[in-house]
């Protein structure tokens, strides 16, 4: 019997807590479904399945936080046909201070309101904690003030937003 049929190569993966974004990419590109995101009661939880990966570091190399490590693990061929939970990740989702719904990871959404910041020199942290659904309907309306926008960047997202509005 070849060492192939009695072993089979997976990784022992983890995230790193203090680093993980909740981006979802490492589950995007992952070819077999090995990395799964769930949301339930304001938290996404990322999963890993040891039985399902082919080491393939697909998804260490995506991350924009480098927050996976991965190492070659051997393990029975047999147990290729288990479907346990390896490693798992809870992120909490941003609440959108205007409706109440779970919307997007917390740290992802406080990233890109600092990117924001220090790129352009614009503070949205007022705007950046409401739902898609919610900033487009404020922009529609228009309050510059409260979000701290220019009347430049209010007048381009309002158009934006009408034209989204129109094709609803
Ligand atoms: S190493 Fe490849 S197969 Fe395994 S979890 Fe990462 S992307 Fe998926
Ligand atoms: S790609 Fe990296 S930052 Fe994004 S969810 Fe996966 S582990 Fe977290």
Same mark, same amino acid.
């Given at each position: ?13 983890? %995230?790193? /807590? ?11 590109? +992952? ?11 304001? =938290? ?5 399945? %040891?039985?399902? +990966?082919?080491?393939? !570091?697909?998804?260490? =190399? ?16 047999? %147990?290729?046909? /288990? ?10 989702? #941003? ?7 779970? =919307? &997007? ?14 790129? !352009? ?9 409401? +739902? ?14 409260? =979000?701290?926008?220019?009347? &430049?960047?209010?007048? #381009?997202? #309002?158009?934006? &937003? ?5 094709? #609803?």
């Amino acid at each position: 019997m070849s060492p192939s049929a009695i072993l089979r190569v997976g990784s022992n993966l983890s %995230f790193d /807590s203090a680093k993980c974004i909740g981006c979802e990419s490492c589950a995007i590109v +992952c070819p077999r479904g090995a990395i799964q995101i769930t949301k339930d009661q304001g =938290f996404e939880t990322i999963s890993y399945t %040891f039985a399902l +990966c082919l080491y393939c !570091r697909r998804c260490s =190399f995506t991350c924009p936080e480098d927050a996976i490590k991965l190492t070659a693990a051997l393990e029975p061929a047999g %147990f290729s046909t /288990s479907v346990r939970v390896e490693e798992k990740l809870q992120i909490e989702l #941003q609440i959108c201070e205007r409706c109440g719904s779970a =919307f &997007a990871p917390r740290p992802m959404v406080r990233k890109i309101e600092n990117l924001i910041r220090e790129k !352009r020199g614009i503070d949205l942290s007022s705007l950046i904690v409401l +739902c898609p659904q919610c900033r487009t309907r404020i922009l529609a309306e228009g309050s510059p003030g409260r =979000f701290g926008l220019s009347q &430049a960047l209010l007048s #381009q997202s #309002q158009q934006v &937003a009408q034209s989204h509005e129109a094709k #609803q």
